[in-house]
């Protein structure tokens, strides 16, 4: 017979790159009943083949089987898997022990594969770190369903099929990977044509994200083609953190604290820059950059960030913290108008685009008109703040109006949305909610959705000097808002519409008390013709709440309009807290 193709050491590296992850002992040991740690000659093949997948020559396996022969037939399976599973060398005490450390995927140069490929692949690696790094992705993990007995190998196909790459990334590029990666035929089973062993390209993604790290290079990716903006301070970064905590009530800690089983305060960077987006990304209009620079401010010397003290510095800017330890403290509270920031509108429309807006809007009026339809309740069910927020998606726009069967064109709806987006903290397109409110109320004449009003709750005229006496208006007598609560009771009952449903989106609390702008738009809703504003005026002198200012009792109203649709006895009288005068001359 031939001599041994191999020493001891190249054959136990070639079958420690297969057995990186597996439990090699747990193979032998159902061979091994009594755990003696030997087996037999003939057993000790069979695991080799059919668990390990590997295909050793006859002399080799001899070889193999006398290095680790220590009694006459019997193979000692617990030395073997020791020397296979071996991390650290004995010998060698005076060095560094993390210098010892053996990889499975170290990056080699595959037979056949030339050397542009290799440097090719190189850098399609680091420009796919940054993305796994932002993302959280895991290569074994988007790999791992299709290797289902955990050998490590998959075909090209699944490998295209499943790379979890950026977008920028070329089929060309990722059969380049796939030429690299596609591992020694006689390590797999069936002859291995066709396989990738995906778990050297998970092991050289994770050697060059600790690379970056040590380098300090680890950047985001970056689609090309996007220009470079000026990149904020991180005063800024932090003032528009603090904008957005403070307008829109977010309690920072709930998107951390999952992460933090133990609540020490501190987590990974990866899970501090993904609670961050969560928490107020969209609200603050944070990028990429601008993220990496927040966790970068409170990065520990451990490499992980302390996101309460984070949380602390946003939540406080204008609160106190402990304050009920002290009652008498005065908390700054910026006023109305104060934190307001312009954002960027999109761009304007051109005057054919005007023109062919307003035909659209005047189709769209037609029919609303025609048909007497109430098209606030369509569109409040998809507003995510109940009816407060006034903004909704473009998807959820179109299938607003398509459930209404005012389909438009594909052109004519970005036309609209175009005209009704709200202004965000970027530039780019489609990003703003839909002002559904403005739209309706430019095709409905009797729904008011916008209404001005003054920090007194009153509304205000910019024309009209507050100093200068009041002009005499007219005053509606008690007989005409009788008649008024007679003809809405009748068109409610006509139109099968609740009165309630109208104002309780706007009492939350079921106080019963709402102000003089959401009961205004509570009417609207109703679908009833335009309300004189004297009308208007005097409904809210009659059911004014006696004890909170520029407030409106609705309960009180819904009350006495079922009541007159019902032909009861009216109880619009214990109701009236205001003595209304004579008809003004």
């Known amino acids: 017979s031939s001599s041994p193709s191999s020493s001891l050491s190249h054959m136990m590296d070639k079958l420690w790159k297969v057995s990186a992850s597996k439990r090699v ?68 005490l005076d060095g560094r022990p993390e210098k010892q450390l053996q990889t499975s995927f170290a990056k080699t140069q595959q037979p056949g594969v030339p050397m542009d490929t290799l440097q090719l692949t190189d850098k399609i690696i680091d420009k796919c770190v940054g993305y796994y790094k932002y993302n959280g992705i895991n290569v074994r993990t988007c790999y791992k369903d299709f290797d289902r007995h955990h050998r ?35 390590l797999s089973a069936g002859g291995g ?38 990149s904020p301070s991180l005063e800024e970064i932090f003032q528009k953190i603090r904008i957005a905590v403070f307008k829109n009530g977010i309690r920072t800690t709930e998107f951390f604290r999952d992460h933090d089983k133990l609540r020490s305060g501190v987590i990974t960077e990866n899970q501090f820059m993904c609670g961050l987006s969560l928490c107020c990304g969209r609200e603050a209009g944070l990028s990429r950059e601008e993220v990496q620079s927040v966790a970068q401010c409170y990065r520990t010397e451990e490499g992980r960030v302390c996101y309460k003290q984070f949380c602390d510095s946003m939540e406080n800017v ?73 903004g909704m998606t473009r998807a959820q726009f179109g299938r607003a109006l398509h459930f209404l069967s005012l389909d438009l064109a594909q052109e004519d709806l970005s036309l609209v949305v175009r005209a009704f987006q709200e202004p965000t903290g970027t530039l780019k397109a489609g990003e703003g909610d839909v002002d559904y409110s403005a739209f309706i109320q430019s095709i409905d004449e009797g729904y008011t959705g916008h209404l001005l009003e003054s920090q007194e709750g009153n509304s205000c005229d910019p024309g009209v000097n507050p100093s200068s006496p009041p002009s005499p208006a007219h005053c509606c007598t008690m007989e005409e808002v009788s008649g008024f609560l007679d003809a809405l009771g009748q068109h409610l009952g006509i139109n099968g519409i609740r009165t309630c449903e109208g104002f309780q989106d706007a009492d939350p609390l079921r106080c019963g008390s709402i102000t003089m702008a959401r009961f205004r738009q509570g009417l609207s809703s109703l679908g009833y013709p335009a309300i004189p504003n004297a009308m208007f005026d005097a409904l809210c002198q009659c059911y004014a709440d006696p004890k909170l200012t520029g407030f409106v009792r609705w309960k009180g109203f819904v009350s006495d309009v079922e009541n007159k649709f019902g032909h009861t006895q009216s109880a619009c009288q214990t109701h009236m807290a205001f003595s209304f005068p004579s008809p003004c001359s």
Request: proline share 9%.
């Open 318 to 390: 204008f609160n106190c913290p402990d304050f009920e330890r002290m009652p008498t403290h005065t908390v700054y509270r910026p006023p109305r108008g104060h934190l307001y920031v312009a954002k960027p509108h999109p761009p304007p429309l051109t005057p054919g685009e005007e023109a062919r807006l307003e035909q659209v809007l005047d189709g769209l009026r037609k029919e609303v008109k025609r048909r007497r339809l109430m098209l606030y309740p369509y569109f409040k069910d998809f507003d995510r703040g109940t009816g407060y927020t006034r």
């Open 25 to 92: 002992s747990e193979f032998f040991k159902d061979y091994d009943p009594l755990r003696s740690g030997y087996i037999s000659k003939l057993q000790f093949r069979r695991c080799l083949d059919q668990y390990l997948d590997v295909k050793l020559s006859e002399d080799d396996f001899l070889f193999l089987c006398g290095k680790f022969e220590d009694k006459p037939g019997r193979v000692n399976y617990r030395s073997f898997c020791e020397h296979l599973e071996n991390v650290f060398k004995p010998q060698l």
């Open 152 to 186: 490590g190998y998959i075909t090209e196909t699944q490998f295209h099929r499943s790379f979890p790459g950026p977008v920028d990334v070329t089929p060309e590029e990722i059969q380049a990977l796939a030429q690299r990666y596609s591992d020694d035929p006689s």
């Open 193 to 230: 044509a066709g396989l990738v062993n995906y778990l050297r390209f998970h092991g050289d993604v994770l050697a060059a994200m600790e690379r970056g790290e040590r380098e300090g290079e680890g950047t985001y990716h970056t689609p090309p083609g996007l220009p470079k903006l000026r």
